[in-house]
Antibody, heavy 122, light 111 residues
Framework: EVQLVESGGGLVKPGGSLRLSCAAS????????MNWVRQAPGKGLEWVSS????????YYADSVKGRFTISRDNAKNSLYLQMNSLRAEDTAVYYC???????????????WGQGTTVTVSS | QSALTQPASVSGSPGQSITISCTGT?????????VSWYQQHPGNAPKLIIY???NRPSGVSNRFSGSKSGNTASLTISGLQAEDDADYYC???????????FGGGTKLTVL
């Protein structure tokens, strides 16, 4: 079964850090671009970051640039998001999501995890 | 404020057809065929229903169809069913920030 499972969410104080992980199974992880997408409570979807198959191309939303770092370990079939200098507005459910296309991105996400909740509050 | 503009809500009766619009610019929808649509039920992760403007992933009902004209993309759902009651989001590649932009979402109510 094709699956993505996120972990690492939790409650953190403003200015703190968290590292999210996403474990992939059931497909050849190294062949797909990957994304992080978040959804604040009661709000819409917001793309956060993407990484190409070999980590050659990495992009961030302006709202997280300089604070978040995406990475992947193809040997471990895992995607990560290091989040530093967290703010209240970063509170959201964070999803990892696979691009639909093999090898190069077409910016459509066909496999999603169940999400992990990040709450930034004092 | 989302980069792509969708109506906040639409409604329709079972069996009817509805269309949800998604308006962008020449830097996103108008310039690329990387438009996608997602369905999200409360408490669940989004589900991809349309990619590259008009393609359906395997397993998605042919009642869902997508199109694009200029800077506006559209999702049409025909033969509305109760299970279509959900939030719908459009997205597009945008060269503005070499990334993905989402619409604000549209709540579809099946009456």
């Amino acid at each position: 079964e094709v699956q993505l499972v996120e972990s690492g969410g939790g409650l953190v104080k403003p200015g703190g850090s968290l590292r999210l992980s996403c474990a992939a199974s059931g497909f050849t992880f190294s062949g797909y671009s990957m994304n992080w997408v978040r959804q604040a409570p009661g709000k819409g979807l917001e793309w956060v970051s993407s990484i190409s198959t070999s980590s050659s191309f990495i992009y961030y939303a302006d709202s997280v640039k300089g604070r978040f770092t995406i990475s992947r370990d193809n040997a471990k079939n895992s995607l990560y998001l290091q989040m530093n200098s967290l703010r209240a507005e970063d509170t959201a459910v964070y999803y990892c999501a696979r691009d639909h296309n093999w090898n190069y991105a077409i910016y459509a996400m066909d496999v999603w995890g169940q999400g992990t909740t990040v709450t930034v509050s004092s | 404020q989302s980069a792509l503009t969708q109506p906040a809500s639409v409604s329709g009766s079972p069996g009817q057809s509805i269309t949800i619009s998604c308006t962008g610019t020449s830097s996103d929808i108008g310039g690329y065929n990387y438009v996608s649509w997602y369905q999200q039920h409360p408490g669940n992760a989004p589900k991809l229903i349309i990619y590259e403007v008009s393609n359906r992933p395997s397993g998605v009902s042919n009642r869902f169809s997508g199109s694009k004209s200029g800077n506006t993309a559209s999702l049409t759902i025909s033969g509305l069913q109760a299970e279509d009651d959900a939030d719908y989001y459009c997205s597009s590649y945008t060269r503005t920030s070499t990334s993905v932009a989402f619409g604000g979402g549209t709540k579809l109510t099946v009456l």
